[in-house]
């Protein structure tokens, strides 16, 4: 089915679905061009909490965004009334494949339908769910790191992208402060993250099998790569059990993984240690004020 690009992006909102670590922040990246970015939860904590973030950080990004003009965040709890004239749709709810097909059931019968769809999963291609979208040429992966810190995005076809709509993204994205890397064939886990995830599931092999605790294995990757944090820190800052989400669907499309990870990982869930957010992980956290 043929597309038409979306017009006048530079005044039309953009919206984000989910205000959780990774959608807050891709609001706060979004807001660096002047434009209404709408921030969509219906959690009204995580919602105002997701928006308070954005409005405090957004500042500090701006001087590093040549250009940057300040946005105006607004976090919503009605989903049409969030879509609404929308050019730009971003999802970034948790990895569940039945949520995100309900999901983008939803987003496409309420956006308008010149609006590009992008899915920040970090472990399901939107071919997935491609059938909850009439028009699949809109869809796209779009997947961001851990921004304003990890500045790449990978861009991904669903299989039946218009091309077009893949070079519109990797045109602007430059202007947010955001590097596009275009993924060439369909990849579960896209680039960056099949790599990292062979590292996740090593560094907790060796904690499962004591053979180091967190802090050495930090320390010793930390020297030897030249990195800010170590895996069991960053970790700690996605969440354990995003990371136990993730690995879960890695081990049920590729068997023979190793069990002991996700043996660890739902152990310290258990007992209540889910990183950064719970205020224990691999490390204590202190009490955000």
Same mark, same amino acid.
């Given at each position: 089915?043929?597309? *038409?690009? @979306?017009?006048?992006?530079?005044?039309?909102?953009?919206?984000?679905?989910?205000?959780?670590?990774?959608?807050?922040?891709?609001? &706060?990246?979004?807001?660096?061009?002047?434009?209404?970015?709408?921030? !969509?939860?219906?959690?009204?904590?995580?919602?105002?909490?997701?928006?308070? !973030?954005? *409005?405090?950080? &957004?500042?500090?990004v701006?001087?590093?965004?040549?250009?940057?003009?300040?946005?105006?965040?607004?976090?919503?709890?009605?989903?049409?009334a969030?879509?609404?004239?929308?050019?730009?749709?971003?999802?970034? =709810?948790?990895? $569940?494949?039945?949520?995100? $097909?309900?999901?983008?059931? *939803?987003?496409?019968?309420?956006?308008?339908?010149?609006?590009? &769809?992008?899915?920040?999963?970090?472990?399901?291609?939107?071919?997935?769910?491609?059938?909850?979208? $009439?028009?699949?040429a809109?869809? &796209? +992966?779009?997947?961001?790191?851990?921004? @304003?810190?990890?500045? @790449?995005?990978?861009?991904?076809?669903?299989?039946?992208?218009?091309?077009?709509?893949?070079?519109?993204?990797?045109?602007?994205? @430059?202007? !947010?402060?955001?590097?596009?890397?275009?993924?060439?064939?369909?990849?579960?886990?896209?680039?960056?993250?099949?790599?990292?995830?062979?590292?996740?599931?090593?560094?907790?092999?060796?904690?499962?099998?004591?053979?180091?605790?967190?802090?050495?294995?930090?320390?010793?990757f930390? *020297?030897?790569?030249?990195?800010?944090?170590?895996?069991?820190?960053?970790?700690? +800052?996605?969440?354990?059990?995003?990371v136990l989400?993730?690995?879960?669907?890695?081990?049920?499309?590729?068997?023979?993984?190793?069990?002991?990870?996700?043996?660890?990982?739902?152990?310290?869930?258990?007992?209540?240690?889910?990183? =950064?957010?719970?205020?224990?992980?691999?490390y204590?956290?202190?009490?955000? $004020?």
């Amino acid at each position: 089915m043929a597309f *038409q690009l @979306p017009e006048r992006i530079d005044t039309r909102p953009m919206v984000i679905l989910g205000a959780g670590t990774l959608g807050r922040r891709i609001a &706060l990246m979004m807001a660096t061009r002047g434009a209404e970015i709408r921030l !969509y939860d219906p959690n009204a904590e995580v919602r105002n909490a997701g928006v308070a !973030y954005a *409005q405090e950080q &957004l500042p500090k990004v701006l001087e590093t965004i040549p250009d940057g003009k300040p946005g105006t965040i607004v976090g919503f709890d009605d989903m049409a009334a969030a879509l609404k004239g929308a050019w730009h749709v971003v999802e970034a =709810v948790p990895e $569940k494949l039945e949520l995100k $097909k309900s999901i983008f059931k *939803q987003i496409d019968e309420l956006s308008d339908p010149d609006a590009i &769809l992008a899915s920040n999963s970090s472990s399901y291609p939107t071919s997935a769910f491609r059938d909850s979208v $009439k028009n699949p040429a809109r869809l &796209l +992966n779009m997947h961001y790191l851990m921004p @304003p810190q990890a500045t @790449p995005v990978e861009l991904m076809s669903c299989g039946k992208t218009d091309p077009a709509v893949i070079e519109l993204i990797a045109k602007i994205l @430059p202007g !947010y402060g955001l590097t596009p890397y275009i993924v060439e064939a369909e990849s579960m886990g896209f680039i960056y993250n099949r790599i990292w995830a062979a590292i996740k599931r090593e560094a907790l092999c060796v904690i499962a099998q004591g053979v180091a605790k967190p802090a050495v294995i930090d320390a010793i990757f930390r *020297q030897a790569m030249g990195t800010r944090v170590g895996p069991c820190r960053a970790m700690d +800052n996605v969440g354990l059990d995003v990371v136990l989400s993730i690995e879960e669907h890695y081990a049920h499309e590729i068997p023979g993984l190793p069990e002991a990870p996700r043996t660890l990982l739902k152990k310290m869930i258990a007992e209540g240690k889910l990183g =950064v957010k719970s205020g224990q992980g691999f490390y204590d956290y202190p009490p955000k $004020k």
